[in-house]
């Protein structure tokens, strides 16, 4: 197939959590024969087939508060086309960060105010709405071919925001399943936490539950303050976490927000961790276990076979 891969950041060039998981998806769809072009709002590209037999829409609204934005008729253009919409979080629905309603919209939003001239001169929204009436943005999703979600609770979540009922796909976690094994390491670590240390990633509920235990914190802290509790290791190289796992004998991750899926939890997992989560974890919400890398094998292709199945 020939593919336009529309999306605000090129995962070539950017590797976030979400941006890991595209990037293994395009180069599987390369690999499997599909001939995909990708434009981007960063780095500022459009490369597109004059005729695409598919475009694949994701994340098109991420990062509001940058000063780059995907113009608005690149996506009307796509949507004229057959095209499928993967989400890797909430940034297609609601325009702030870290959905601070989770879920639970109101109209006007309560999370909105004029007076934050900042975000609101960068977004280019000064008006109180719900971000998930948009009219670009219902039509994204109710036109879509394919809605794609990173686990059940996601799903879940942005079809209830957005009042809709559409063809969806849940991809399960990407992850390297022999990196993150159990080494059979002496479990030194009584408690661990890795992932940004902020409001929505659970920081206070940590606080609260954690302060007089043996807590590992690793991960960036989003205020840039070190927190004033635990063992803080700042940020370690990526390559290092499944041994600091292996160290561990309990993985505690207790968001605020609907975590979309939480991959921390599923390496934990398969390093052996025991784990403690709340409700609000969507990597716990498949149903299946999570330290089995059975049920891990072949996401990716499941995720083509379907795109292929389509056309």
């Known amino acids: 197939m020939k593919i336009d891969y529309l999306a605000h950041l090129d995962p070539r060039a950017h590797h976030g959590g979400g941006e890991q998981v595209l990037s293994q998806l395009l180069e599987l769809g390369q690999r499997r024969g599909h001939q995909i072009k990708i434009s981007s709002a960063s780095p500022f590209q459009e490369e597109r087939h004059k005729e695409a037999d598919l475009c694949f829409l994701a994340d098109l609204f991420n990062c509001p508060t940058s000063l780059k934005h995907l113009p608005p008729q690149w996506i009307t ?87 809709i009922d559409t063809p969806c796909f849940v991809l399960r976690p990407l992850i390297d399943w022999e990196r993150f094994t159990n080494q059979g390491l002496k479990r030194d670590i009584p408690y661990l936490f890795v992932g940004a240390l902020g409001e929505a990633k659970g920081l206070e509920t940590l606080r609260k539950e954690y302060e007089n235990e043996d807590l590992h914190l690793i991960g960036a802290t989003v205020g840039k303050e070190p927190p004033a509790f635990g063992t803080w290791h700042g940020k370690v190289p990526y390559e290092e976490i499944p041994r600091l796992m292996n160290r561990a004998q309990t993985f505690v991750f207790k968001p605020r927000w609907p975590e979309p899926q939480g991959r921390v939890v599923v390496e934990a997992a398969l390093c052996g961790c025991k784990l403690e989560t709340n409700t609000q974890v969507g990597a716990t919400s498949f149903g299946f276990d999570l330290a089995d890398p059975n049920n891990l094998k072949g996401a990716a292709e499941e995720f083509w076979e379907t795109l292929e199945g389509l056309l």
């Open 77 to 163: 253009r796509a949507i004229k086309q057959p095209f499928v919409h993967f989400d890797n979080a909430y940034v297609d629905c609601c325009n702030l960060d870290y959905l601070p309603c989770n879920g639970q919209t109101q109209d006007p939003c309560p999370h909105k105010s004029p007076l934050k001239l900042k975000r609101n001169l960068k977004s280019g929204d000064w008006g109180r709405g719900c971000f998930a009436k948009n009219p670009l943005v219902q039509q994204v999703y109710r036109e879509s071919k394919l809605n794609c979600f990173v686990s059940p609770l996601h799903q879940k979540q942005v079809t209830h925001i957005l009042q």
